[in-house]
């Protein structure tokens, strides 16, 4: 094989490798967190996943925001917890979008609104969530059709803040 030949291989394989390299140590720094948080370990939950949900990862944001919501190693703060549930489900997370849902339909860090609730658990539905068709159909026997007929239209013409 010549040289030139060994070079273009050398380049597709290298930039996989630092793909990898990159990839990696996230996912591994989520996990650990994700290992701590099950012990009990809220602060090396925090430690971990922080960065990680500073830098735009969902999985990380949507666990940061359950953190708040439950007052794991940090004061209980609802607020908190929809921020970083928003940022995740901004990217899709239908487990951030569910649990913005929840706390809308209860009023947790914001007013209660059944038809906010009903749109995001519409949009968690969409993107994989089987929780989601059944807190949404619960929640549709207390909403008039209008507000299922609105809720529906959020949900269709929703997009992540800034896009």
Request: charge should be positive; charged fraction near 20%; hydrophobic fraction near 40%.
């Amino acid at each position: 094989m010549s040289n030139d030949r060994l070079i273009v291989l050398r380049i597709p394989i290298t930039l996989i490798l630092s793909m990898v390299c990159f990839v990696l140590p996230a996912w591994a720094d989520y996990q650990a967190g994700m290992d701590a948080y099950n012990r009990g370990d809220f602060a090396t939950a925090l430690r971990e996943w922080r960065p990680l949900a500073e830098q735009g990862d969902a999985k990380a944001q949507f666990s940061f925001g359950l953190l708040y919501e439950n007052g794991d190693g940090v004061p209980r703060d609802y607020t908190k917890a929809r921020q970083w549930y928003e940022k995740a489900a901004a990217q899709g997370d239908a487990k951030a979008q569910l649990y913005l849902g929840m706390q809308s339909s209860f009023g947790q860090g914001v007013p209660m609104d059944l038809v906010e609730a009903y749109m995001w658990y519409s949009l968690a539905a969409g993107n994989g969530n089987a929780h989601a068709p059944g807190y949404r159909n619960d929640l549709s026997r207390q909403m008039t059709p209008a507000q299922i007929a609105e809720a529906q239209k959020r949900a269709r013409e929703w997009k992540p803040k800034g896009k």
